[in-house]
């Protein structure tokens, strides 16, 4: 699909479109001025336009007049006005015409999805965000377009729905990926949210920590720790891809939350085991888990496993793990762990 940045070319004037813009026409002036600009492929002016303007860019969409279009037309135009944007400084410019074009290609009358995802990937390459409310939007296209082919269920792949990018000029990227996992996961489609790190591999994408971490933290703020756990797993194990240690903290911070301290601390053991390093604060949170619970023979071992590390506790958690070891009756222990904190301390 040919780039309008490369050929750009305009029949009227930045006066004549700004004329058109204060002109008196009962029509919105603002979608008026919208459809001069795209007539004579002035697309560079329209991010000035909207910016210009104070009327509202969503009620009305300035660009609903696209969704007449034939559908090829109407792609081509949009991509030539996406490309366009791009030498476009400062990036942020374009920022109102993205969210007008991605609330357009998300209407359920237009539902291109692989544009829309096109809109994203120009979107977040800006430098900006969409606004909150496209993740709902972005979910719902995806689910209806999941949904459509249900009984083709490769038609309906994910990979199949991404790589469909590619048909409108576009590849995807992580970072438009892992915008759709972050939007699934907002309305609890943990599910989806997997299939799309699991299919982004095939459709020429390789999932990253972000992949993975983004939908490892939404798991955690449900408290959905079996998930989550799993998650870090196969993230770890089976694709040899390092969380990052927020991520890490999540999971624990959700299992402190369930008082699975047990589980906390097989995890963190599990990550030492394939060599991801774990953080002071991972370890904390998983002591003061087992501290909590009044779990003081784990406790030990944990504290064990910080010194071996260089991490000492803090001195209230060293107490609380030597009192509550001899509380128990485990004397010998207690000394055990009591000397190591001094020589730690020397």
């Known amino acids: 699909m040919a780039a309008a940045a490369a050929r750009f070319t305009s029949s009227i ?21 919208i459809r001069a ?5 002035a697309y560079r002016e329209i991010p000035q336009i909207l910016n210009a303007s104070t ?15 034939p559908e090829r037309s109407r792609n081509e135009t949009i991509d030539e006005m996406l490309q366009s ?26 539902d291109h999805l692989p544009l829309a995802l ?20 972005l979910s ?32 995807p990227d992580c970072g438009t990926c892992n915008y759709l996992i972050l939007s699934l996961s907002k309305i609890d489609e943990f599910g989806e949210a997997m299939e799309v790190v699991k299919g982004m591999g095939r459709a020429g994408c390789v999932p990253d920590c972000d992949s993975y971490g983004g939908l490892i933290a939404e798991l955690s703020e449900a408290r959905k720790v ?58 904390e949170a998983v002591l003061e888990g087992c501290l909590e619970e009044k779990r003081f023979v784990l406790a030990g071992k944990v504290a064990a496993a910080m010194c071996e590390r260089g991490f000492i506790p803090f001195i209230t958690a060293r107490q609380r793990v030597v009192e509550g070891l001899a509380g ?8 055990v762990v009591r000397r190591r904190f001094a020589e730690m301390n020397s």
């Open 13 to 33: 004037s930045r006066h004549q479109i700004r004329a058109l813009y204060h002109s008196s026409s009962p029509k919105s002036n603002l979608e008026e001025s």
């Open 37 to 41: 600009a795209v007539e004579a492929k």
């Open 55 to 69: 009327e509202p860019c969503r009620n009305p969409n300035p660009f609903t007049f696209l969704s007449k279009f």
């Open 85 to 110: 944007f791009i030498p476009i400084r400062p990036r942020s410019q374009p920022r109102k015409a993205y969210s007008c074009l991605l609330s357009l290609t998300l209407d359920a009358s237009v």
């Open 118 to 137: 096109a809109v994203v990937q120009r979107t977040l390459r800006s430098g900006c965000l969409p606004p909150p409310q496209f993740h709902l939007l």
């Open 140 to 171: 719902k296209s995806w689910l209806r377009r999941r949904r459509r082919h249900q009984a083709s269920p490769s038609v309906a792949s994910p990979s199949l729905i991404l790589s469909e990018m590619k048909s409108i000029g576009y590849t």
């Open 226 to 283: 079996c998930a989550a756990v799993e998650l870090v797993r196969e993230m770890v194990c089976g694709q040899g891809v390092r969380p990052r240690e927020e991520t890490v903290a999540k999971v624990v911070g959700a299992m402190r939350g369930n008082r699975e301290a047990g589980r906390a601390a097989e995890m963190v053991e599990m990550l030492e085991g394939e060599g991801v390093a774990v953080g002071f604060a991972v370890y």
């Open 328 to 335: 128990v009756g485990e004397v010998e222990h207690a000394a």
